[in-house]
């Protein structure tokens, strides 16, 4: 077994440390021991996309990043988004555009969105359908889920 370190983190804006087995992963120490479960775990090997969280402005699969990587990182989940009770402009496009289904990758392709956002913020469709294209959707396609990214920039997909 490991030794035990202790792991910092500011997320959503917060300080947050955790003391864990340096083997851990980003979304078992999310989940487990911090309580931040908008991030899923889908396929385990980075393909879905369903555990994508931003780490210092960029988007990883934190079921592949080990937690000491991101020690001392700025991280933004999904429950870092509203404020307020007021919902994040891309959350509340989602909905208006019915991207939402069963609502299992929708954290992570919100979190790509807004990645994309946070550094073009007038993308393309062909731009958006990148930034998405390491999350999978297994209900809506990507049509209205791109429809939604591109409302939030007040653009039409």
Same mark, same amino acid.
């Given at each position: ?8 983190? #500011? @997320?959503? /804006?917060?300080? $947050?440390?955790?003391?864990?087995? &340096? ?53 933004? #989940? @999904?429950? /870092?988004?509203? $404020?307020?009770?007021?919902?994040? &402009? ?54 209205? @889920? ?12």
């Amino acid at each position: 077994m490991a030794e035990k370190r202790t792991v910092r983190y #500011t @997320i959503n /804006g917060r300080s $947050h440390e955790a003391y864990i087995e &340096p083997n851990r992963t980003l979304l078992e120490v999310l989940r487990d021991e911090l309580r931040l479960t908008g991030a899923k775990e889908g396929c385990g090997t980075g393909d879905c996309g369903a555990c994508s969280v931003i780490v210092n402005g960029k988007v990883v699969t934190s079921c592949l990043m080990l937690a000491p990587q991101a020690d001392g990182a700025e991280l933004i #989940t @999904i429950e /870092g988004l509203a $404020h307020g009770g007021e919902l994040h &402009p891309l959350q509340q496009t989602f909905i208006e555009k019915g991207a939402v289904q069963c609502g299992f990758c929708i954290p992570g392709m919100i979190l790509a969105g807004k990645a994309l956002l946070d550094s073009n913020p007038k993308p393309n469709e062909h731009e958006i359908r990148q930034a998405i294209a390491g999350n999978l959707c297994r209900c809506t396609g990507y049509t209205k @889920i791109v429809e939604a990214i591109a409302a939030a920039t007040g653009g039409v997909a």
